[in-house]
């Protein structure tokens, strides 16, 4: 999870300002951790404790309510419901890497994404995105190699992964949708050369950036087998101690550093 995180802060600068290069400082001064950060520690918090989702996406939102969240999950977060709003966004891909880490075969991986994308996107292409996204980050980290992750996506979740960045990146924009933002999310990793290649290739799509690095992220460090150190030593500066001192902890419980 924190190749997400990562993806997140180094994605923030550009969520408004959006690049259709790789060629870009990697840490910029306004970079910050985002509701991609936040909600992603409060599922880590919850796989960790055994919380239920609803009241940690909901105290977490409340403890860090300036993080940028969509208007409904604000809404929502400040309500009294315990209901989901059937939403199709990317939110419930872009807080699901750490249940990618947590669980040791692809279906308790794919059943506890649907229950954490169901706590507020419980729409199928909500429950499909996180799902999606938690299965490469599991099926990466057990050595599956790209061409077989990229047919199990295509076969199982109707992606179309035949097609390349380079194709699909001048008529790319700003797209809040889990099958607007996962697939090219995925795509990045799969023609990556390193982490930070494919963070950068997140990135250049120029759509919303932050939450395309913070899912590519993911992926990325289940697949190099981690995230570079030069690049781990920023994030961690920009982590409060609330939210390190769980990632921390679920680090260190799932051996995911």
Not at 4 to 28: M, N, Q, W
Not at 70 to 90: A, K, L, M, Q, V
Not at 120 to 139: C, D, F, R, S
Not at 147 to 174: C, K, M, S
Request: hydrophobic content about 40%.
């Amino acid at each position: 999870m924190l190749g997400a995180i990562a993806g997140d802060i180094i994605g923030s600068v550009y969520e408004t300002r959006p690049i259709k290069r790789t060629d870009f400082p990697l840490f910029h001064s306004e970079c910050r951790f985002t509701d991609d950060t936040v909600l992603t520690v409060a599922l880590a918090d919850t796989l960790l404790t055994g919380d239920d989702w609803v009241d940690n996406l909901k105290q977490y939102a409340r403890e860090y309510p300036n993080a940028g969240y969509g208007g409904t999950f604000i809404r929502w977060s400040r309500s009294n419901t315990r209901e989901p709003y059937n939403s199709w966004g990317n939110g419930s891909a872009m807080r699901v890497s750490p249940v990618g880490f947590a669980f040791d075969s692809l279906e308790q991986v794919l059943a506890e994404a649907e229950r954490s994308a169901a706590a507020t996107h419980n729409h199928p292409e909500g429950i499909k995105g996180a799902q999606a996204t938690a299965a490469v980050i599991y099926l990466a980290r057990t050595g599956h190699s790209r061409e077989a992750i990229r047919t199990y996506v295509a076969d199982t979740f109707r992606y179309n992964l035949g097609t390349t960045l380079d194709e699909i990146r001048p008529g790319y924009r700003f797209d809040i949708s889990c099958q607007g933002t996962v697939p090219p999310a995925i795509l990045a990793l799969l023609e990556s050369e390193n982490y930070e290649d494919a963070v950068r290739k997140a990135i250049s799509l120029g759509g919303d950036s932050d939450t395309l690095a913070c899912i590519t992220g993911g992926m990325a460090q289940a697949l190099y087998g981690g995230v570079p150190a030069s690049i781990a030593d920023r994030v961690w500066t920009y982590l409060n101690d609330g939210l390190a001192d769980v990632v921390q902890e679920f680090c260190t419980e799932f051996n995911c550093f």
